[in-house]
């Protein structure tokens, strides 16, 4: 099981006398740099020119180029794209790091797949709230927290651990609960739970179900009711009441069929594509085709992108969705 810290586990003193550096205000950025602020932290922001610094400059932080804000740091939060970080790092960050500093990272992907290669005499620590950056935001806001993983690969100074406890209470985890992990773990798992099953997965299950409704006949529009848009309401009740609790509101038919037709649709076959998809992750095969792709200027990325964003589903949602007043997007 996993080791779990509270508020009693973590000291802010860590980050006393200490400037803090989050690189980018995207989602995560704006999230772990406010909440910080508002724990007492000194914080300060570096981006490039554009739309976050300007989003960062209005929110009233200090902000300047990632070389800058690197070199007046002696935390360095990297709240960059995973794809960017390499770069930005080589470029802006690497020659800033003194003996002593601490290098911060959200997502494991960069160290564990060796990217980026920090120098012996820097801490390495990673602090990933298991939640969107606005979620962080406005649970903080409200008095609590978002559970955050926290995990050391290098301790430089011996008090690796207690930075990342400290930072987790920064961002406000501590109230709720800090797992300690490694990289290797967070990332292999986080990549694993997001193809398998959270984006890749689920987007999968959702356009073969619709397909499939589609080719006997049926309406698009009732087939995007049936496949797509009543998954919230489920995912809702798995969120708040786990399998059980979903499988209480729904109808007996529903539960019976659930158990009946579920493991015919994921069975022993997608089982073993899971079992191959995770192999591929723990032996670098998707890191290296994503850096690959990356590298390349991502024509494969960004034709497929288009074609998602095209087909019928997509379509007849945004259709339907126009009907819905209380969708937020709206
Ligand atoms: N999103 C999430 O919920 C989660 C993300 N993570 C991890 O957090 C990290 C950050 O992800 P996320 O918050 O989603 O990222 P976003 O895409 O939301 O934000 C990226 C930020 O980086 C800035 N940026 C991009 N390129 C550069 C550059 N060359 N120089 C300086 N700034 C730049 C962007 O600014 P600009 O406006 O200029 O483009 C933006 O502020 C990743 O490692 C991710 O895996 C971890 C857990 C959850
Ligand atoms: C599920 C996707 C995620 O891993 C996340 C928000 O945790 C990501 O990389 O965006
Ligand atoms: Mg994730
Ligand atoms: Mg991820």
């Not at 820097?122 to 609590?144: N, Q, S, W, Y």
Request: contains cysteine; negative net charge.
């Amino acid at each position: 099981m996993a080791k779990i810290y509270y508020k009693q586990d973590a000291d802010l003193t860590h980050l006393q006398g200490k400037t803090v550096a989050i690189i980018g205000y995207g989602s995560q950025g704006h999230a772990h740099a406010q909440n910080l602020r508002d724990s007492g932290v000194k914080v300060i922001i570096g981006l490039r020119p554009g739309k976050s610094w300007d989003q960062a400059e209005q929110d009233g932080f200090d902000v300047f180029t990632v070389d800058e804000a690197a070199k007046r740091a002696q935390v360095i939060q990297i709240l960059l794209p995973d794809e960017l970080q390499k770069q930005v790092y080589e470029e802006q960050i690497k020659d800033h790091l003194n003996e002593g500093d601490a290098l911060f990272f959200a997502h494991g992907f960069n160290i564990h797949f060796e990217q980026i290669i920090p120098p012996s005499n820097v801490d390495v620590v990673l602090a990933a709230p298991k939640g969107p950056g606005h979620l962080v935001r406005r649970v903080f806001v409200e008095g609590f927290g978002v559970p955050a993983l926290i995990a050391v690969q290098q301790d430089a100074t011996g008090k690796a651990k207690d930075l990342a406890l400290a930072y987790a209470q920064g961002i406000g985890a501590t109230r709720a609960g800090v797992l300690e992990t490694t990289f290797k773990e967070e990332t292999e798992t986080d990549l694993f739970g997001e193809q398998a099953v959270l984006c890749g997965g689920v987007s999968e299950l959702v356009k073969n179900g619709f397909q499939t409704l589609l080719e006997a006949g049926y309406q698009p529009e009732i087939a995007y009711f049936e496949c797509m848009h009543e998954l919230k309401l489920i995912v809702d009740l798995m969120y708040e009441k786990g399998l059980t609790g979903m499988r209480d509101s729904i109808s007996n038919t529903a539960e019976y069929g659930d158990y009946v037709s579920g493991p015919r649709v994921i069975g022993d076959a997608s089982r073993q594509a899971m079992k191959d998809v995770l192999t591929d992750i723990q032996n670098g095969t998707f890191a290296k085709k994503f850096i690959a792709e990356n590298e390349q200027g991502r024509p494969w990325f960004a034709e497929k992108r288009k074609q998602e964003q095209s087909q019928e589903l997509e379509q007849v949602g945004a259709k339907l969705r126009e009907m819905m007043v209380w969708v937020e997007s709206k």
